[in-house]
Each structure stands twice: as C-alpha cells, then as structure tokens.
C-alpha cells in the first residue's frame, strides 16, 4: 500500500473511531435522567443541610456547614463527579428545617438532604432514602438542677419537641402508653428547644440521644445538662433522595457501602462522636450489615 493510500485509510478509520465516541457520548448522555442529568448538565450538587443540629449537620464557626452527615455527603459527591466522569463539580448548599426538608427533596430544591433524618415508611410515600447512615433513638436532655431522670418523674412536666418530626410523634405515643401526663411544648428546631430548657420554659428536651449529646456540648455550660433514663423510639437515619430515581440513589448506596467497606468510616464517626467513645454495638453492627459488596 503506498503512503498516499494508507493515509486515505488512516483518515477514514479516524473518522469512523470519532463518529463511534461522538455516537457512544450521545447514548450516554441520553441515558443519563433524573437526577445525575440535572448535575451534570447544572455543573452543581444542591445539598441540603440543617443549620442547628450538631454533631451531624450545622454551621461551623466559619459558618459553612459541618457534622457527621455532612462528611457522607462529601464522599457521596466525590463518587458522584467521578461516576459522571466531571472534571470539576461545584456544591451548592440550601439550608433546611425539619418542616421543609421532605418538601425540598420531593420538589427538586435539593438533592440531596444531609442531616438527622430518620427513614420511616411514612416518609417514603414522598421520598425515598440511601443505606442507613446512623442507628440512634429518643431521650430525653435535663438540666441537672431539675433532677428529672426517669419515668416517674415526667408526670406533669413540660417537655419541648420539635415539630414535624418523629421525635413528636414517638414522644406522644410513648406517654399515652405510660399513662404519663405531661405538657407537650412544640418549638421550631433544636437550637429553640435548647434555648427553652436554658431558660426554663421547659423542663425537658425530647429528641435523638446523638443530637441531645451535641447539643449539651455545644451550649455555654456543658456540665449543666444530663439525659434521663427515659428511651422511647428508634431512629434510624439515612440521606433524602427523590423518589423513583434509582440511578442516583445507586450512586449515593455505592458510595456509603464502600465507606463502610473501609476504616474511613471508624475515622469519621471519631472526629464527631469520639468524645463519647466508640460506636455503639447496634451502630458497628449496622455498619457491617450495610458494607455491601460489589
């Protein structure tokens, strides 16, 4: 073949090799729906955060927000950009309460919600969740000075709950059972119910034991608070995604199970829970339940 020719042949097998890739990112790029095709056309994962409920989701002193759940969602969006094949993928962050949350993800305002969420079979009429991120359970935070410590003592007593969250409905639910008499104050979010039992309008604070220990870590006084005996629920927690968009939520699963796979996982649960010692035994456990394989 003379070099005249073989360069035709080189022209035209180059030619065909550029229409194949152009043709095979056409198909990908169809392929892509619901929420990846968002990201990647966007350039942006939209993350929701809460701004007051430490350790897993609220505003650093730098006021960007920081906690465990935010960590997985920082691995979540590394496997996302390189599952896409994105050289650079920016994070918009969108705060949420624990009335809008449900709302933001069901409506596209966010992505992806990472914060204390429990996933209940209630909730995933609207939305659907990622592998459980956390294994807590309601309690109740006291100050010391109330000596509020178990049942017996709650006849009577004001005890402020969030709204519009499990807590709420497990809270009531649990002292109807216990034949337990006691003022239910509704408040907007952690940061107000800690600001109720600091100020005395309530005497007790009902939320997730892992939430109440970071709220009494985080007041002026941390010695000035307790957590009563009193369990009455069981929480566990995972990450928001819209409903029926099974490529994304594949994405999220991959990237928690191979965190689990990993030590990665024992290092970020150090950096948030340390202080109070190692993962619980129903936490190690759901940690390895969850380390799927590939």
């Not at 005249?4 to 990908?28: E, I, K, T």
């Not at 350039?43 to 935010?70: C, H, N, Q």
């Not at 609207?126 to 109330?146: A, H, M």
């Not at 290092?267 to 948030?272: E, M, P, Q, S, V």
Request: charged fraction near 20%.
């Amino acid at each position: 073949m003379t070099s005249r020719a073989w360069a035709m042949v080189s022209r035209v097998l180059l030619g065909v090799l550029v229409a194949a890739l152009a043709q095979a990112a056409a198909v990908d790029a169809q392929e892509l729906q619901g929420t990846l095709k968002k990201i990647k056309t966007s350039g942006t994962l939209t993350i929701g955060y809460r701004e007051a409920s430490p350790p897993f989701s609220f505003l650093g002193p730098d006021k960007r927000p920081v906690g465990y759940s935010i960590d997985l969602c920082l691995q979540v969006a590394a496997a996302v950009q390189k599952s896409l094949g994105m050289a650079d993928l920016k994070l918009s962050w969108v705060a949420v309460t624990p009335e809008s949350r449900i709302a933001a993800v069901a409506q596209g305002n966010v992505d992806i919600e990472c914060g204390s969420t429990t996933a209940s079979l209630s909730r995933q009429e609207q939305v659907d969740f990622s592998l459980p991120t956390f294994v807590d359970g309601g309690g109740l935070l006291v100050t010391k000075e109330s000596n509020l410590r178990g049942l017996g003592d709650l006849g009577g007593k004001r005890i402020a709950v969030a709204s519009a969250t499990t807590t709420e409905q497990s809270l009531v639910e649990f002292l109807k059972a216990e034949f337990i008499t006691a003022q239910i104050l509704k408040v907007k979010d952690h940061a107000d119910g800690l600001a109720a039992l600091q100020n005395g309008t309530a005497d007790a604070y009902a939320s997730d034991r892992g939430i109440l220990v970071g709220l009494a870590l985080s007041a002026p006084d941390p010695k000035r608070f307790g957590l009563s005996t009193v369990a009455f629920s069981y929480e566990p927690y995972a990450l928001m995604v819209r409903r029926n968009d099974a490529a994304f939520r594949l994405v999220v699963n991959r990237a928690l199970a191979e965190l689990y796979r990993s030590t990665r996982v024992v290092n970020i649960f150090d950096r948030w829970f340390g202080a109070f010692g190692k993962p619980s035994t129903a936490l190690a456990a759901m940690y390895q339940l969850n380390a799927l394989p590939e």
